[in-house]
């Protein structure tokens, strides 16, 4: 199954000169859906995974089924004021302004191995960030997993000392 024909290619949102890829498409499929998540389970099986930390929103609809089929528990990783508990927040860069990040102080202990997914690597901001939450908490990041990256962009050079992988490259 070619999976990059499950995905639709959406000009001009969320602004003009913006090619923005519908996942969607890809998720409403559930052979495509269930391909992901078996294609990224696959890989892992066998890695020691112990937790999965997932970025709001998408990443948590492939990190949490993830986590169920390597045996290991499911970390949110959201926007500020989301969590109830006490965290950690990480500020990060955007080509358009700042965001920020938060984890609970409690979700991974020292020395876990820790699986990051989300849909998507852009610009590499927004998970250089979440690999710094989970290193503040001890946390060991065996791999990032992403469906797509967007090589031009050049996202994978912020995570450099990390394994990454992406399922479709743009």
């Given amino acids: 199954m070619d999976l990059k024909t499950k995905i639709r290619e959406v000009p001009n949102f969320p602004k003009e000169g913006i090619l923005f890829y519908d996942i969607t498409t890809l998720l409403r499929d559930a052979g495509g859906f ?4 078996h294609r990224l389970a696959e890989f892992y ?3 020691g995974v112990t937790k999965v930390v ?3 929103s998408r990443g948590f609809i492939f990190g949490a ?3 169920i089929q390597l045996g290991a528990g499911f970390v949110p990783v959201r926007k500020p004021g989301k969590l109830p508990a006490e965290v950690y927040e990480r500020k990060y860069d955007l080509e358009y302004g ?3 990040l938060a984890i609970h102080k409690d979700a991974i202990d020292p020395g876990e191995r820790v699986l ?3 849909d998507l690597l852009a610009t590499g901001g927004t998970m250089a960030a979440t690999v710094h939450l989970v290193k503040e908490l001890g946390g060991l990041v065996v791999s990032i ?3 797509i990256e967007l ?3 050049r996202g994978r050079e912020k995570l450099k000392d990390h394994h990454v992988l992406s399922l479709l490259s743009y």
Avoid at 34 to 37: P, T, Y
């Fill in 116 to 118: 990051i997914v989300d």
């Fill in 145 to 147: 997993a992403v469906l």
């Fill in 34 to 37: 269930s391909r992901v998540v």
């Fill in 151 to 153: 090589v031009e962009l």
């Fill in 54 to 56: 997932a970025i709001e």
């Fill in 45 to 47: 099986r066998g890695e």
């Fill in 65 to 67: 089924p993830l986590a």
């Fill in 98 to 100: 700042s965001n920020s």
